[in-house]
C-alpha cells in the first residue's frame, strides 16, 4: 500500500494517522490515493510498517523507541520530527506542524477506538484547530469534522447526522432534517443533536450563531 503523491501539496488534504483503532484497509487506501503528504505518528508506525504504507513524516516524542533513518532503508526521505513537549498530544503537534507548512486541509484516521480518553480527546481537538485547519477524522462508520457557521450539503434520505457542541452553541437553525432545529441551542452535558437524519433525498442546511458545532456523518 503506498500514496500516488502525484497531486500538488496544500491543494489536497494532508493525511495523519494516529495511533488509534485502524480504519478499513479500503479506507486507508482511497484516503493516500489523494493525499500528497503523510504523517505518521510514532505509535502507529509498527502498523504502518507492516501494510507497506509510503508515508513523509514521523512525528512524536519517541519515548517508547528510537527513531532513525536505518529504521526506512526504502523510504530514504523520511522526515523524523522530535517533539518532546509534554503538554501537547502528539495529534496537536502533528497539526502546527501542518500548519506551519501552510497546510489548509487535513484528514486523520486511526484518531477513535481504542482508548477512550484519546478518542474524546481528538474530537475536542478538532474544535481547538478549527480555526486554522480544517480537520477530518475518518473511520469505518463515521465522518466526524468543525461546521462553519453557515452549511449546506446534499445527502440521501435517511443519512444519519448527528450535531454535537463543544460547550455551548446558540442559535442553531437547520433546514432538511428529520428533527430541524429553530433558533436553538445545545450544550455539551445537557443537550446533544445525535441520531437526526435527513428527511429526504436533497440538501440539508445547518447555521449556528456562536460555539463550536461538531457534526458526525455516521453509518451502521
Same mark, same amino acid.
Given at each position: 500500500?503506498?500514496?500516488?503523491?502525484?497531486?500538488?501539496?496544500?491543494?489536497?488534504?494532508?493525511?495523519?494517522?494516529?495511533?488509534?483503532?485502524?480504519?478499513?484497509?479500503?479506507?486507508?487506501?482511497? /484516503?493516500?490515493? $489523494?493525499?500528497?503528504?503523510?504523517?505518521?505518528?510514532?505509535?502507529?508506525?509498527?502498523?504502518?510498517?507492516?501494510?507497506?504504507?509510503?508515508?513523509?513524516?514521523?512525528?512524536?516524542?519517541?519515548?517508547?523507541?528510537?527513531?532513525?533513518?536505518?529504521?526506512?532503508?526504502?523510504?530514504?526521505?523520511?522526515?523524523?520530527?522530535?517533539?518532546?513537549?509534554?503538554?501537547?498530544?502528539?495529534?496537536?503537534?502533528?497539526?502546527?506542524? /501542518?500548519?506551519?507548512?501552510?497546510?489548509?486541509?487535513?484528514?486523520?484516521? $486511526?484518531?477513535?477506538?481504542?482508548?477512550?480518553?484519546?478518542?474524546?480527546?481528538?474530537?475536542?481537538? /478538532?474544535?481547538?484547530?478549527?480555526?486554522?485547519?480544517?480537520?477530518?477524522?475518518?473511520?469505518?462508520?463515521?465522518?466526524?469534522?468543525?461546521?462553519?457557521?453557515?452549511?449546506?450539503?446534499?445527502?440521501?434520505?435517511?443519512?444519519?447526522?448527528?450535531?454535537?457542541?463543544?460547550?455551548?452553541?446558540?442559535?442553531?437553525?437547520?433546514?432538511?432534517?428529520?428533527?430541524?432545529?429553530?433558533?436553538?441551542? /445545545?450544550?455539551?452535558?445537557?443537550?446533544?443533536?445525535?441520531?437526526?437524519?435527513?428527511?429526504?433525498?436533497?440538501?440539508?442546511?445547518?447555521?449556528?450563531?456562536?460555539?463550536?458545532?461538531?457534526?458526525?456523518?455516521?453509518?451502521?
Amino acid at each position: 500500500m503506498s500514496s500516488h503523491h502525484f497531486v500538488k501539496e496544500n491543494q489536497e488534504p494532508a493525511l495523519i494517522i494516529a495511533n488509534g483503532q485502524p480504519c478499513s484497509e479500503a479506507l486507508l487506501g482511497q /484516503l493516500l490515493e $489523494w493525499s500528497p503528504y503523510v504523517i505518521v505518528l510514532d505509535g502507529a508506525l509498527d502498523n504502518v510498517m507492516s501494510l507497506g504504507v509510503k508515508f513523509d513524516v514521523l512525528l512524536g516524542d519517541f519515548d517508547r523507541m528510537e527513531a532513525n533513518q536505518e529504521l526506512f532503508p526504502n523510504q530514504p526521505d523520511i522526515e523524523i520530527v522530535h517533539t518532546p513537549d509534554q503538554n501537547k498530544t502528539d495529534l496537536e503537534k502533528a497539526l502546527d506542524f /501542518l500548519i506551519a507548512k501552510g497546510q489548509k486541509a487535513v484528514n486523520i484516521v $486511526w484518531a477513535n477506538g481504542l482508548r477512550m480518553d484519546h478518542t474524546f480527546n481528538n474530537i475536542c481537538t /478538532l474544535g481547538k484547530y478549527a480555526p486554522q485547519i480544517n480537520a477530518v477524522i475518518l473511520d469505518n462508520y463515521s465522518k466526524i469534522y468543525v461546521l462553519p457557521n453557515d452549511f449546506k450539503k446534499y445527502y440521501a434520505k435517511g443519512q444519519v447526522l448527528s450535531l454535537f457542541a463543544l460547550g455551548e452553541v446558540k442559535g442553531i437553525n437547520t433546514k432538511g432534517l428529520l428533527y430541524n432545529l429553530n433558533n436553538e441551542s /445545545l450544550y455539551i452535558v445537557e443537550r446533544s443533536g445525535s441520531s437526526n437524519e435527513s428527511a429526504e433525498t436533497g440538501i440539508v442546511e445547518i447555521s449556528y450563531k456562536e460555539g463550536i458545532l461538531i457534526l458526525m456523518e455516521c453509518n451502521d
